[in-house]
């Protein structure tokens, strides 16, 4: 069984559209994330939630807009998609405390054309 | 604030031949240290961690890599490597704050394993 499961692994969008991936973990960690890791391999912070609740927010563009609907899914929503917003985004899940490692997704490559 | 930074974004090692992936890191709190490891078109797996108690850790794949603090350095070392370990490496810390974590990457290696 998948622990963190992104859908779709690939995106494929014109200019403008809007778009959502989504993210299930099945491991009943209550923290959740989203990452954003470019061409050049780099990887950073978007979004946080542990239960349900947003707790980290990073400057991210308002067209980017995290949902949580219960603790073992969060989703991602990008509004008027730009060339710039093309790269790989990856889903990870840990326990909100604890000495925990996060777990992440196979990660989805979205490609804006 | 907290950084991590990978000083090389691409180490070449013939195989069999041992390796050090260099990761330093700057912060003014405790941290907790990761290394992951990214195979072509995946996601990250967890490689290793130093949580507390003994500086050197290990892998089940035969890396390690050990927690210096004074020189607040956490390199990984394999003593020989195989193809099956070329991949990206990143190294990553976490900072506990107000009981959530947040968890910063540096920027990546890339070992090849050259047969």
């Known amino acids: 069984d998948t622990a963190v499961s992104q859908t779709p692994k690939y995106l494929v969008t014109q200019m403008g559209n809007d778009k959502s991936i989504k993210c299930e973990q099945n491991l009943g960690h209550d923290t959740m994330y989203w990452y954003k890791q470019d061409s050049k391999k780099f990887l950073k912070i978007m979004f946080s939630?542990?239960?349900?609740?947003?707790?980290i927010n990073e400057t991210v563009p308002n067209r980017f807009s995290p949902k949580s609907p219960d603790k073992a899914h969060l989703n991602l929503h990008i509004n008027s998609l730009e060339l710039g917003d093309s790269a790989v985004y990856f889903c990870?899940?840990?326990?909100?405390?604890?000495?925990?490692?996060?777990?992440f997704g196979q990660g989805t490559r979205l490609t804006v054309v | 604030a907290q950084s991590v930074t990978q000083l090389d974004s691409q180490v070449p090692v013939f195989e069999e031949a041992p390796v050090e992936l260099r990761c330093n890191y700057s912060?003014?709190?405790?941290?907790?240290l990761f290394w992951y490891v990214q195979y072509p078109n995946q996601g990250l797996q967890l490689l290793l961690k130093y949580l507390s108690g003994s500086t050197l850790v290990e892998s089940i794949n035969g890396f390690e890599a050990e927690f210096n603090k004074s020189q607040t350095s956490f390199h990984l070392r394999k003593p020989s490597v195989h193809i099956s370990d070329t991949a990206e490496y990143f190294c990553?810390?976490?900072?506990?704050?107000?009981?959530?974590?947040?968890?910063?990457f540096g920027t990546g290696t890339k070992l090849q394993v050259i047969p």
């Open positions: 939630y542990n239960n349900k609740e947003l707790i």
């Open positions: 990553a810390v976490r900072k506990n704050s107000g009981g959530y974590q947040k968890v910063t």
């Open positions: 990870a899940s840990s326990h909100g405390t604890g000495d925990t490692e996060a777990f």
């Open positions: 912060s003014s709190v405790s941290v907790y």
